[in-house]
């Protein structure tokens, strides 16, 4: 499979962010190289079945970049966010259901989506293992139940 220029972006993108990460206590400064193990990553549950864990702002309040956990056979049902972000797939299998789009693609280890600001969509972890993620935006997450 040919992958273009266009798709290598973000991908790119999101792993350098990975790579520069800072932790969320410190003020991100784009001179300073920063390297974060996984060790160092604190996770928090966001409810009983998501995990996160800041790599560089605070996804509650700012610009940042998130770790996350879901377990094997969840989806977080359809719902909106304020801001747009992006997403790649570390671990697990992956789908991003958007608005009403049927049989989404399977995304695996290395994978990235995009989901614009208010867009409907639904995020699941499909495999038998569980996921794991990294996203970023330039703003604070939020998470909107869509009206069923």
Same mark, same amino acid.
């Given at each position: 499979?040919?992958?273009?220029?266009?798709?290598?972006?973000?991908?790119? *993108?999101?792993?350098?962010?990975?790579?520069? =990460?800072?932790? =969320?206590? +410190? *003020?991100?400064?784009? =001179? &300073?190289?920063?390297?974060?193990?996984? $060790? %160092?990553?604190?996770?928090?549950?966001?409810? !009983?079945?998501?995990?996160? *864990?800041?790599?560089?702002?605070?996804?509650?309040?700012? /610009?940042?970049?998130?770790?996350? &956990?879901? !377990?094997?056979?969840?989806? $977080?049902?359809?719902?909106?966010?304020?801001? /747009?972000?992006?997403?790649?797939?570390? &671990? %697990?299998?992956?789908?991003?259901?958007?608005? *009403? %789009?049927?049989?989404?693609?399977?995304?695996?280890? %290395?994978?990235?989506?995009?989901?614009?600001?208010?867009?409907?969509?639904?995020?699941? #972890?499909?495999?038998? +293992?569980? #996921?794991?993620?990294?996203?970023?935006?330039?703003? &604070?997450?939020?998470?909107?139940?869509?009206?069923?």
């Amino acid at each position: 499979m040919k992958l273009s220029i266009f798709r290598l972006i973000p991908l790119t *993108a999101a792993l350098t962010f990975a790579t520069s =990460a800072v932790m =969320a206590d +410190e *003020a991100f400064d784009p =001179a &300073k190289p920063v390297a974060l193990p996984r $060790a %160092g990553l604190s996770y928090f549950n966001l409810n !009983p079945m998501i995990q996160m *864990a800041d790599a560089y702002g605070n996804l509650t309040n700012t /610009a940042h970049g998130t770790f996350g &956990k879901f !377990p094997a056979h969840f989806d $977080a049902g359809r719902h909106t966010h304020t801001g /747009a972000y992006h997403g790649v797939v570390i &671990k %697990g299998t992956m789908t991003n259901q958007f608005a *009403a %789009g049927t049989n989404p693609p399977e995304l695996v280890a %290395g994978s990235y989506w995009y989901v614009p600001a208010m867009l409907e969509h639904s995020t699941a #972890c499909i495999s038998d +293992e569980p #996921c794991e993620f990294f996203f970023f935006a330039g703003g &604070k997450f939020d998470f909107m139940p869509a009206s069923q």
